[in-house]
């Protein structure tokens, strides 16, 4: 139980043109779930929690107005990264929370922006 | 505003050894706090959480320590295999929420 699925798994796209992740929780419903971004041989950094049927709450520095993220249903957020530019390639992990202390990770999506 | 840290940051050990990756945090009040692996290009796997109330937990040949009153965390891994290669992450939760803090991960190699 608690399989968190992330679609795609790797993805290649042109500068300026917008990409859009998928995390779905498979197996039990998440009111929140947690966008991380990782950059190669760093840690993950919290970008944004996703609340279902509210607006997303973003950490310091993270731009909201290019990373969309909508959670239409308590098994489903997207992160979309509009306008992407080479600076956005990284590895995007997404998870979804359980309970209150408890989170699961999905497997990650890599982005590489040409 | 909680800080994690991890030392080392990378370490190589021939297979069977016993070895210790160390955790260290800023802010005490915290909840619980995870160690994770991560294989090269993938996601996370849970390995361990430990609840603030618990000083430790074990699974198989992995024991993970807490002590919050120094700010500390270990991960124990016994006899090591070069399956066991992988980065190591331990997170926390930030002060008064449930958003998880990373450290920045122990890169481990085991040689056979």
């Known amino acids: 139980g608690a399989v968190v699925s992330q679609h795609p798994s790797w993805v290649i796209c042109k500068s300026g043109t917008s990409v859009k992740i998928e995390c779905r929780s498979l197996?039990?419903?998440?009111?929140?779930m947690f966008w991380y971004r990782q950059f190669p041989k760093q840690s993950l950094m919290l970008m944004a929690t996703s609340n279902e049927g509210s607006k997303a709450t973003y950490e310091q520095g993270v731009e909201k107005d290019k990373f969309l993220i909508n959670h239409a249903s308590l098994t489903l957020s997207t992160l979309t990264v509009t306008s992407a530019h080479p600076e956005d390639s990284s590895f995007y992990i997404c998870?979804?929370?359980?309970?209150?202390?408890?989170?699961?990770f999905g497997p990650g999506t890599r982005l590489l922006v040409l | 505003k909680q800080e994690v840290t991890q030392i080392p940051a990378a370490l190589s050990v021939p297979e069977g050894e016993n070895l210790v990756l160390n955790c260290s945090f800023t802010d005490s009040a915290i909840y619980n706090l995870q160690w994770f692996r991560q294989d090269p290009g993938k996601g996370l796997t849970s390995l361990l959480l430990i609840q603030s109330s618990q000083r430790e937990q074990t699974s198989g040949r992995l024991n993970a320590s807490l002590d919050k009153s120094s700010g500390r965390s270990t991960l124990y891994i016994a006899a090591s295999q070069p399956g066991d290669s992988a980065t190591y992450l331990c997170?926390?939760?930030?002060?008064?929420?449930?958003?998880?803090?990373f450290g920045s991960g122990t890169r481990l190699l085991v040689r056979p």
């Open positions: 197996d039990f419903q998440a009111t929140t």
């Open positions: 997170a926390a939760p930030s002060w008064g929420s449930y958003k998880l803090i």
């Open positions: 998870s979804a929370r359980v309970r209150l202390e408890t989170q699961y």
